[in-house]
């Protein structure tokens, strides 16, 4: 079956530094979603990609979409303390269909 | 808009009772959805999909006459955990979709359920 794979599991971050966490499938997928969760919280929705190459931009955070439609990206530049959580994709095999979800990224910052 | 919201948020039970947990999109109508578990410091693991008006379908692994799925309006999907057990002890968070919106594709997730079997 599908398989959403996401790494790194674990990153310390300095406040002001920058990382990437990555997003693999084992699946061409139809669109990927990337997902917040704060700690005690409930994940919230970032942002959807569908298209091959994708990129979007939100603020400090950029996400893409791979050419072959079965890896993703999430960089985040200049991290502050408000970052901290667990980072999720999510992978969908299509347009309607259920969501995947990776192992997810904790992040952790340092003032 | 496209709130959830889950009740109770938290609930101690006792082996062997039986515990509903409710999902409710507030300011859309969820045709579609879905209820997930996440363990401490986990991913949330897909444990069925709730249609309105007809039977769940779940994953692989998940028994459905123990987690018994019903969705019996377009806004209000409940999670029966039947005859729990310490080991079902985890965090159950629920999610819906909007198709009938602009942001179809997008999941709202509930602000989840604790539950402790004792």
């Given at each position: 079956g599908q398989q959403v794979m996401q790494i790194p599991q674990y990153q310390h971050v300095q406040e002001g530094e920058d990382f990437t966490t990555y997003c693999n499938s084992s699946t061409t997928l139809s669109n990927i979603q990337w997902y917040k969760q704060r700690p005690g919280g409930h994940p919230v929705f970032?942002?959807?990609?569908?298209?091959?190459?994708?990129?979007?931009?939100?603020?400090?955070?950029?996400?893409?979409?791979?050419?072959?439609?079965?890896?993703?990206?999430?960089?985040?530049?200049?991290?502050?303390?408000?970052?901290?959580?667990?980072?999720?994709?999510?992978?969908a095999t299509d347009s309607?269909?259920?969501?995947?979800?990776?192992?997810?990224t904790q992040v952790v910052v340092t003032p | 808009g496209a709130v959830v919201s889950q009740h109770p948020s938290r609930v101690i039970c006792k082996s062997g009772t039986s515990v509903k947990i409710e999902c409710r999109s507030?300011?859309?109508?969820?045709?579609?959805?879905?209820?997930?578990?996440?363990?401490?410091?986990?991913?949330?693991?897909?444990?069925?999909?709730?249609?309105?008006?007809?039977?769940?379908?779940?994953?692989?692994?998940?028994?459905?006459?123990?987690?018994?799925?019903?969705?019996?309006?377009?806004?209000?999907?409940?999670?029966?955990?039947?005859?729990?057990?310490?080991?079902?002890?985890?965090?159950?968070?629920c999610s819906a979709r909007d198709f009938g919106g602009r942001r179809y594709n997008e999941q709202f997730f509930g602000p989840g359920t604790r539950?402790?079997?004792l």
């Open positions: 970032l942002i959807q990609l569908v298209k091959s190459g994708e990129v979007k931009k939100q603020k400090r955070l950029t996400f893409q979409f791979g050419e072959a439609k079965k890896n993703s990206s999430l960089h985040i530049t200049a991290t502050q303390t408000t970052d901290v959580g667990t980072y999720f994709c999510a992978g309607w269909g259920k969501f995947q979800f990776g192992a997810g | 507030l300011d859309f109508q969820a045709t579609t959805m879905f209820w997930y578990r996440q363990f401490p410091k986990q991913s949330l693991m897909l444990m069925a999909t709730s249609n309105e008006g007809s039977k769940a379908t779940y994953e692989q692994g998940v028994e459905k006459d123990k987690f018994l799925i019903n969705h019996a309006s377009l806004t209000l999907s409940t999670l029966t955990v039947t005859s729990a057990h310490p080991e079902d002890s985890s965090f159950y968070i539950l402790t079997v």
